[in-house]
């Protein structure tokens, strides 16, 4: 049973950063790719990032490269979203997900099967 559980969301100013952490359990993560989707209000859940775990592979939305950063520590079976130049618009609830997959594949939420409760990040302009 995979257990996810993400923490590290809050209140920041616009340009402000957070560091969203990912706790991974319940098996050997080394075949699957981690990623993160995101929810606003009255909004559908769109893809963020992505990592494969083995290969190290990332993968990025648009509206997030080159201010967001997915990493991973294999040790603590940790995935981890460093979020920069945070903008009014990354506000929403950030979601963890898993799916068994060594590459991505596709990135729509729909073929992840294992979900974390979430954290919301809200950003003030």
């Known amino acids: 049973q995979v257990q996810l559980v993400e923490s590290g969301g809050g209140l920041v100013q616009a340009g402000g950063s957070l560091r969203l952490s990912c706790a991974a359990s319940g098996r050997t993560f080394s075949g699957y790719t981690m990623g993160w989707f995101r929810q606003a209000p009255g909004k559908e859940r769109e893809f963020v990032a992505g990592?494969?775990?083995?290969?190290?592979?990332?993968y990025y939305a648009d509206s997030v490269k080159g201010r967001f950063t997915i990493s991973k520590d294999n040790a603590k079976n940790t995935v981890y979203l460093q979020l920069n130049s945070l903008k009014p618009e990354d506000t929403a609830v950030y979601y963890c997900?898993?799916?068994?997959?060594?590459?991505?594949?596709?990135?729509?939420?729909?073929?992840?099967?294992?979900w974390g409760p979430g954290t919301q990040v809200t950003v003030s302009s």
């Open positions: 997900a898993a799916k068994r997959a060594v590459v991505a594949g596709s990135l729509d939420a729909a073929t992840f099967g294992s």
């Open positions: 990592i494969s775990w083995s290969l190290g592979r990332t």
